[in-house]
């Protein structure tokens, strides 16, 4: 009667060992060491660097859905990028530099005419407009302050020719005296700003001291 494999004891299985032969425990031992070269080769490898390479196939996917996403809405991006472009390079042709802001006071009589006003008094202030930063970095402001007479009507139309004009001036005060003597002519208190590229920034004694 055949015993089962809980019922063997040791000395049963001492004795099986040496019922067989070497030549088939040749050939299990290099079953077992073929399977344990195949475990630590390939088999283990791939189960332990299984989740990682899970981890890289999403990350990928991620990657490739954004630039799938962002090749479908690179038309507007491109489109609003041309219109923010345009609208910067326009603003930039509208700021005073050093040498237009001379051509300044010929401006505003030019206006006034077109809007038969009469420029009576004109003064620069000496206070200075300093923007926050990063702002200050590349644009100021120069006030100027005229004294003008006319009509009430031509008074607001030189204030919408000043407002709508290609240089970036801006009316800070525009404060009307009714005349006694003249009623259909007021004098004006004009104040207004003339945006302007911002000044080199001064050289330190450290620089003069580089050079």
């Known amino acids: 009667m055949m015993k089962t494999a809980k019922q063997l004891t040791m000395a049963d299985i001492i004795g099986l060992a040496k019922t067989v032969d070497k030549k088939t425990w040749v050939t299990a031992g290099v079953t077992a060491v073929g399977l344990m070269l ?3 080769v390939m088999i283990g490898p791939a189960w332990i660097e299984r989740p990682a390479l899970r981890r890289e196939i999403h990350e990928m996917t ?3 859905n954004q630039v799938n996403i962002l090749n479908q809405k690179r038309p507007i991006l491109e489109q609003n ?7 910067l390079a326009k603003t930039k042709e509208r700021v005073y530099t ?3 802001i001379g051509l300044l006071l010929g401006q505003i009589s030019k206006l006034a005419d077109e809007s038969r006003v009469e420029v009576l008094a004109s003064r620069p202030q000496l206070e200075k407009v300093i923007y926050a930063a990063p702002y200050n970095a590349k644009y100021a402001a120069s006030g100027y302050e005229f004294t003008v007479q006319g009509g009430y009507h031509d ?3 030189l204030a919408g020719r000043i407002e709508s004009y290609d240089k970036l001036l801006r009316i800070q005060r525009l404060q009307i005296t009714s005349s006694e003597k003249s ?3 007021h004098k004006a208190e004009l104040r207004l700003l003339a945006i302007t590229v911002a000044p080199p920034a001064p050289v330190t004694k450290a620089a003069n001291a580089k050079k």
């Open 155 to 157: 008074l607001g139309k």
């Open 183 to 185: 009623p259909e002519r």
């Open 38 to 40: 195949l475990w630590f």
């Open 81 to 87: 990028l041309k219109v923010y472009g345009d609208v």
């Open 62 to 64: 991620t990657q490739i």
């Open 98 to 100: 050093f040498e237009g």
